[in-house]
């Protein structure tokens, strides 16, 4: 089966967790949009009244052309759950996000919800983070000073992420390094510290303890993954 048709079923089955009068957070990439798409279908064609909160003005602009009603999340009092893709889970459910440079507000929304549930492919599953370079949000002043302050931390090469000849520009106006780790990421928790503890590190990659299921698509069909406690 093609990727794109595992990332249609993992984002359409995590709609099942999605019910009228819930409040929830839409996430950024190209699994949970078809977890949009189909919220909006179900919001027009089956009245499924529920508000949601997106990750990005990408997801911003996607949920409002589907007519799926929105608010600011400091307008709500809470987020019944936050739908969301992932690059990578291990099998403590911590993930490595950012790949679509969104892990700021995604990480907000995140940790303001009751429940995430990370929709994926088999791809990303793996037994030790790192593969994928992992992300991380850092201010515009001294980008350079910073960047190296995280490759003395990390001990791997970092590198500023690019769009057109130019360092990205996040939806907060900061900029992406990609740590390029490989696979080494045992203790996910202290690397975050460890980063954050750098002055113009805004957000790292890394959510831990955040995730309790992950609707996981592969050759075999769906499964629900549930952390236990
Ligand atoms: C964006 C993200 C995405 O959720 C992550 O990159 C997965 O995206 P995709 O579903 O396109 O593979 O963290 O910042």
Redesign the pocket.
Known sequence: MDVEEL?KQAGVAACEYVTSGMNVGL??????KYTILELGRRVRDEGLDIIGVPTSIATKNLAEAEGIPLAELDDLSHLDVVI????EFDPGFQLI???????LR?KIVAQASTKMIVVADERKQVECLGAFPLPIEVTPFALNTTRRAIVKALNCECTVRSEQGKPLVTDNGNHIVDAHTGPTIHDPVTTERNLLNIAGVVQVGLFNGMCEVVILASSDGITVLEKDD
């Open positions: 990332k996430g950024t990439g190209s699994t949970v969301d893709g992932t690059d996000k950012g790949g679509g440079a969104a892990l995604e």
